[in-house]
């Protein structure tokens, strides 16, 4: 079922400019391929490589929230920051389709505050986001 632009977990991302504006996009997407390889040691030769398996995928993006575009970015944020403490797994989708074998794990997040009001609420942060597959 295509959500938005996509959804981690129940963090779906959106950009609706209809009222009530609301988005949640996310932006510098990257994401990192690895394989595993072993090395075999050889009397008097060279040592041989083997392929032990594809490695875990990491992918980092970052999202930013904004209270004037209908996101209460400390809820936001803190919701991220519960799952990742939790453990929690999730799925990961983009345009529809799961990247990698759909599951991923938090491992990282970076907060910036970057607007706050006189009586302490934040108005915009960045989130920065770093997810780990989970086989």
């Known amino acids: 079922m295509k959500i938005g632009l996509g959804a981690l977990g129940d963090v ?49 993006f970052t999202m930013q929230f904004d209270a004037r575009l209908g996101m209460n970015p400390r809820k936001e944020a803190e919701k991220l920051l ?15 389709k799961p990247l990698g074998q759909g599951k991923w794990k938090i491992t990282n997040l970076n907060q910036s505050w970057e607007d706050i009001d006189r009586e302490g609420n934040l108005l915009k942060a960045g989130l920065s986001v770093t997810l780990e597959e989970y086989v």
């Open 82 to 96: 519960d799952y990742q403490r939790e453990g929690k797994v999730l799925l990961l989708q983009i345009g529809g």
């Open 12 to 60: 779906v991302f959106i950009s609706s400019f209809k009222t009530p504006i609301k988005v949640r996009t996310f932006r510098d997407f990257q994401r990192d391929s690895s394989a595993r390889w072993g090395t075999n040691e050889i009397h008097l030769q060279k040592p041989r490589s083997q392929f032990m398996g594809p490695g875990l995928d990491t992918i980092s």
